[in-house]
């Protein structure tokens, strides 16, 4: 019905937005946005190729609820750092924290 | 015959509202909009995930996804963005060189992906149900699932240390 190739096809244009946020998002935030999207992306193409190449077998699936819970514990401590740095430097760009050179 | 192709229009629908609704979410000025695009993004993965035949998938998406991280994202996003003032640079001055790079990534891919024949997908002979997931989750991937709880405790205590006020 809907060949493989359009779901990796999908899979790729969104790897390739989210890649685009991270490059140029200043917002430390925006760029966890993005990386949300990669992620997604990612396991879009998990799981076309769990169902069209190996339909009987969930492992696929069950990769896909093991990157979705990484994805969350890596956001959450991703946030608290950020919350940790905008009370100490006032900002969240990330052009503008560059405290490492003096 | 018409129940197939409204489906597969449907599916590519559903497509482009994803892709529409990420370039919103890495282009939009306001921080907060650009939270919400992704939610209607990680909305259509869901569907899509249905099409694949992964319901407990979509729902885990929707419910973890959405509804926990999207809220915490948002939670951050209201504590340290400063998403009233217009004057702020969003982007970097990386933008064209990124949107170069990146466009030429997605082209490649597409030209190799377009050429990928795989077969049909044959739905399952069996369906695989909550109940299998859950017996293989408990049965051969059981280190995995112990080793996620401890990850999901690390993070907690974790981000909860980090964000302490001293």
């Not at chain 1, 096809?9 to 990386?35: D, E, M, N, P």
């Not at chain 2, 030429?104 to 990928?116: C, P």
Request: zero cysteines; aromatic letters at 12%; proline letters at 2%.
């Amino acid at each position: 019905m809907i060949p493989l190739s359009h779901y990796l096809i999908l899979s790729a244009i969104l790897f390739s937005i989210g890649l685009y946020g991270v490059f140029t998002r200043r917002s430390a935030v925006g760029i966890l946005l993005s990386l949300e999207i990669m992620l997604n992306a990612v396991n879009i193409n998990f799981v076309a190729f769990a169902k069209f190449m190996a339909p009987h077998s969930l492992a696929g699936q069950i990769f896909v609820i093991f990157t979705i819970g990484v994805a969350a514990a890596s956001t959450v401590v991703g946030l608290a750092i950020i919350v940790a740095i905008y009370r100490n430097y006032k900002t969240i760009f990330v052009d503008e924290i560059d405290v490492m050179k003096w | 015959m018409w129940s197939n192709f409204l489906s597969a229009s449907i599916f590519y629908l559903i497509a482009l509202v994803s892709i529409i609704f990420a370039l919103l979410s890495v282009t939009l000025k306001n921080m907060f909009h650009s939270a919400l695009a992704l939610i209607v993004m990680l909305l259509g993965v869901a569907a899509v995930y249905i099409y694949l035949d992964a319901e407990f998938l979509a729902l885990v998406q929707v419910l973890i996804y959405v509804g926990a991280i999207m809220t915490l994202v948002i939670f951050a996003i209201m504590l340290t963005a400063e998403i009233y003032n217009k004057n702020i640079k969003r982007h970097n001055q990386q933008k064209l060189v990124s949107l170069v790079i990146a466009s030429s990534m997605a082209g490649f891919l597409i030209f190799v992906l377009s050429r990928f024949k795989a077969q049909d997908g044959i739905s399952f002979f069996e369906p695989l149900t909550l109940a299998m997931i859950g017996k293989e989750l408990l049965t051969k991937y059981v280190l995995p699932f112990e080793l996620i709880s401890v990850i999901l405790l690390a993070a907690l205590v974790g981000s909860a240390a980090i964000s302490k006020p001293r």
